[in-house]
Every structure is written in C-alpha cells, then in structure tokens.
C-alpha cells in the first residue's frame, strides 16, 4: 500500500540559511500533519492543514510557514535556521480530522551546522 | 489540554515472555489513544488505535491494547514477546473536542533478549 512521502530524507544546512520539506500524502488523504522530533525526544505537533486549510496550529516557530497544495501534498519551509532545528521532521496523513488514524512518513533528518 | 505519560523509560523482557508497555492519560472529554512503534532512523508505524467501544483493542504484530477509564490507562500488551519486538513504543493520544494533533508520551524503549 501507499504510504506517505516526505523528501528529502536528509538535509544539511547552515545557520541562517532557509530549507524546504516536502510531504506527499497517501492517495485520498486530505488532511496533514507536521511533527518535529528532537533528539531523544517525542514528537511535537507543528501544524495541520484540512482541505488545504490550516486547522491547528502548535509550537511552530515564526520563522517556519508551511501550507497545503491543491494536490494536497505539503510543503514546510523554515528560514533563519538554528542549530537547534536540527531535527526529525514527520509529515503524517489521514482521511479526514475525525477518527481516522495519522499515517507518518519515514521523516526529513534536517541537521544544521 | 491533553497528555501523556509513560511511566517506564525502558522495558527489558526475555523472548516469549509477556511485554507490557504502560500509558496514562489525561484529557478533558473522551480521548482518542494510540500506539505507534518507531524502529531506529525510520518513521512512527501504527499498531492500533482506541475510538470507542470495545475495551480491548487488538492491533498489529499480535499487540493489542486495554483501555481502562477509571484508571485513565492505555496499556500495550503482547502474550509473547519477539526479539524483532524491541524498538521505541509510543503512546498518544488526542482530545477529539479540542483540536487535532496528537500528544506523544515520552517513549519506552523495548528490548526483548533472545
């Protein structure tokens, strides 16, 4: 089956320097969700978009924006990195915002120097 | 608000022993809970989710999950434990009435010793 596409799945910056993820969710899925995952650390909701309208919104940095295409894929850009954005970024999917479970993509390692 | 907690950073059994994994949770209307198992440098993968209904949720790999109100638990379980069952089990959960996103706890490693 067809699970969640985040790309790229490493990425090295430098401080102050801007990056770009990409989410692609599972074929019929319209709502995403974004995760950050420190080191050693449980995943802390970002933001998500239904229908390609933002429906909730967490500790996201005001240097981070993100949004939701008209082909539902995702696109999370952070500019003015910091070393500490280095991070495990997750993208997930569901169908819908009720019950349905959130599928993860296998996650964009962002590392900063 | 919502959260998590998982009371045990590691869980260390024997193979073919039973595993349990402990989770407790607070939320203010009925909560929704999950189980994801995240192996090294790859992503979250679902085991099994509680809605409503059935207490006992059965998911995947041979896990299932009891979900007891009263004492505000979501913990995992499996009868016999694999080595291949040793990774970060997470628990989250999410307060439908609320918002959307979901409240990791903080993890528990498994190892299963062969």
């Known amino acids: 089956a067809a699970g969640v596409i985040q790309s790229p799945r490493h990425l090295i910056k430098e401080k102050r320097e801007t990056a770009t993820l990409k989410c692609y969710p599972i074929?019929?899925?319209?709502?995403v969700y974004w995760y950050q995952q420190g080191p050693g650390q449980d995943p802390q909701f970002l933001i998500s978009?239904?229908?390609?309208?933002?429906?909730d919104k967490g500790s996201i940095p005001d240097r981070f924006s993100a949004q939701q295409f008209s082909d539902y894929h995702s696109e999370l850009n952070m500019s003015s990195l910091e070393l500490g954005d280095s991070a495990l970024y997750f993208c997930?999917?569901?169908?819908?915002?009720?019950?349905?479970?959130?599928?993860f993509g296998p996650g964009t390692r962002l590392t900063v120097l | 608000a919502q959260s998590v907690a998982q009371p045990e950073d590691q869980v260390n059994v024997a193979e073919g022993n039973p595993l349990t994994v402990k989770c407790t949770y607070s939320?203010?209307?009925?909560?929704?809970l999950f189980w994801y198992v995240q192996y090294p440098n790859r992503g979250l993968q679902f085991l099994l989710k509680?809605?409503?209904?059935?207490?006992l949720v059965k998911g995947s790999y041979g896990f299932e999950a009891e979900f007891n109100k009263s004492q505000t638990s979501f913990h995992l379980k499996k009868p016999s434990a694999l080595v291949s069952d040793s990774a970060l089990y997470f628990c989250a959960v999410r307060d439908p009435s609320n918002d959307y996103k979901l409240s990791f706890g903080a993890g528990t490693t498994v190892t299963v010793r062969a």
């Open positions: 074929p019929r899925h319209d709502t």
């Open positions: 509680y809605i409503t209904g059935d207490n």
């Open positions: 939320v203010s209307g009925n909560p929704y």
């Open positions: 997930a999917s569901s169908l819908g915002s009720g019950t349905d479970t959130q599928y």
């Open positions: 978009f239904y229908e390609k309208m933002q429906s």
